[in-house]
């Protein structure tokens, strides 16, 4: 069994928001850097389809890896509130979109996405997340 993530996108010239949708349904926001061509640190990363798989550290706490993102590196799904000046690429849910790559509530936000998306991996389920416009 696989669960299906997707997130759809609204591109503007400060920053991404989305809906991301699980199997279907609207969990939450997010938001993202703008794209400037996938270039490391400063752009979000282009529109595919991604394995999730969980990942915890001391800054983040409990999160999510995005996996195989085309010439990046730990592109993680994460909480922050402005993209321009907390993002190096990553998404991050959002309860409430305030404007172009900003939003309010992140934790719980991603507590929320945490709480349907770990149970699956943990019965060893695949979380496929597809980024479209």
Same mark, same amino acid.
């Given at each position: 069994?696989?669960? $299906?993530?997707?997130?759809?996108? =609204? &591109?503007?010239?400060?920053?991404?928001?989305? !809906? #991301?949708?699980? *199997?279907? =349904? @609207?969990?939450?926001?997010?938001?993202?850097?703008?794209?400037? *061509?996938? %270039?490391?640190?400063?752009?979000?990363?282009?529109?595919?389809?991604? %394995?999730?798989? $969980?990942?915890?550290? %001391?800054?983040?706490?409990?999160?999510?890896?995005?996996? +195989?993102?085309?010439?990046?590196? &730990?592109? /993680?799904?994460?909480? &922050?509130? *402005?993209?321009? @000046? !907390? +993002? $190096?690429?990553?998404?991050?849910?959002?309860?409430?979109?305030?404007?172009?790559? @900003?939003?309010?509530? +992140?934790?719980?936000?991603? %507590? #929320?996405? #945490? +709480?349907?998306? &770990?149970? !699956?991996?943990? @019965?060893?389920? $695949?979380? /496929?997340?597809?980024?479209?416009?």
């Amino acid at each position: 069994m696989s669960m $299906k993530l997707e997130l759809i996108r =609204t &591109y503007h010239s400060n920053g991404v928001n989305g !809906e #991301l949708l699980i *199997d279907g =349904t @609207k969990v939450c926001n997010t938001i993202e850097l703008p794209w400037l *061509d996938n %270039q490391p640190r400063v752009s979000c990363i282009p529109e595919g389809t991604y %394995q999730l798989t $969980k990942r915890y550290s %001391q800054r983040f706490g409990h999160h999510l890896l995005v996996n +195989s993102v085309a010439n990046r590196n &730990y592109i /993680l799904i994460h909480a &922050y509130n *402005d993209a321009l @000046k !907390e +993002s $190096k690429g990553c998404i991050a849910p959002v309860s409430v979109l305030t404007g172009e790559g @900003k939003g309010l509530r +992140s934790r719980v936000a991603l %507590q #929320l996405v #945490l +709480s349907l998306v &770990y149970p !699956e991996l943990e @019965k060893g389920n $695949k979380i /496929l997340l597809t980024i479209k416009t």
